[in-house]
């Protein structure tokens, strides 16, 4: 039979628990800290992305319109059909990664679209810098 020492042994006690516990969520900490860096850089490459489009519908709209969007009509014209595109230029205007609408500004031969980061203000550093597609172009 079994002895009352022998099952008392079997099983873990409360402070090897605790301890183990407390290694697992150390560890997780980690991994989210990790995990956060890699986050960030998936959003910024995502602007990255749909500034490229939002340029090239932009630019496919002055070919078309012999002009840019002005400030006024702003990136939801892209999404009007015209003859030669029944289903407009974008099939919706984007919002960013972070859920905020892009800003669009335009000059006579150029345009820029930003998008004001995390925070969805101007100003800010890391994950709420704000983004433009004139930086990301110089670069």
Same mark, same amino acid.
């Given at each position: 039979?079994? #002895?009352?020492?022998? +099952?008392?042994?079997?099983?873990?006690? %409360? /402070?090897?628990?605790?301890?183990?516990? /407390?290694?697992? =969520?150390?560890?997780?900490?980690? /991994?989210? *800290?990790?995990? @956060? =860096?890699?986050?960030?850089?998936?959003?910024?490459?995502? &602007?990255?992305?749909?500034?490229?489009?939002?340029?090239?519908?932009?630019?496919?709209?002055? *070919? !078309?319109?012999?002009?840019?969007?002005?400030?006024?009509?702003?990136?939801? *014209?892209?999404?009007?059909?015209?003859?030669?595109?029944?289903?407009?230029?974008?099939?919706? &205007?984007? &919002?960013?990664?972070?859920?905020?609408?892009? %800003?669009?500004? /335009? #000059?006579?031969? +150029?345009?820029?679209?930003?998008?004001?980061?995390? $925070? =969805? @203000?101007? =100003?800010?550093?890391?994950?709420?810098? $704000?983004? +433009? +597609?004139?930086? %990301?172009? !110089? #670069?």
């Amino acid at each position: 039979m079994y #002895s009352k020492r022998s +099952s008392r042994r079997a099983a873990f006690s %409360l /402070v090897e628990l605790i301890v183990v516990m /407390v290694i697992l =969520g150390m560890l997780a900490g980690l /991994v989210a *800290i990790k995990t @956060r =860096g890699y986050l960030v850089n998936a959003r910024i490459n995502a &602007v990255k992305t749909e500034f490229a489009t939002i340029a090239e519908a932009l630019e496919t709209f002055r *070919i !078309e319109e012999n002009r840019y969007p002005t400030d006024d009509e702003g990136l939801e *014209i892209l999404t009007q059909p015209t003859e030669t595109w029944p289903e407009g230029f974008l099939s919706k &205007v984007p &919002v960013d990664p972070w859920g905020n609408p892009y %800003l669009y500004f /335009v #000059s006579d031969q +150029s345009f820029e679209v930003v998008s004001l980061g995390a $925070d =969805g @203000r101007e =100003g800010g550093q890391g994950e709420e810098a $704000d983004w +433009s +597609s004139e930086i %990301l172009n !110089e #670069s």
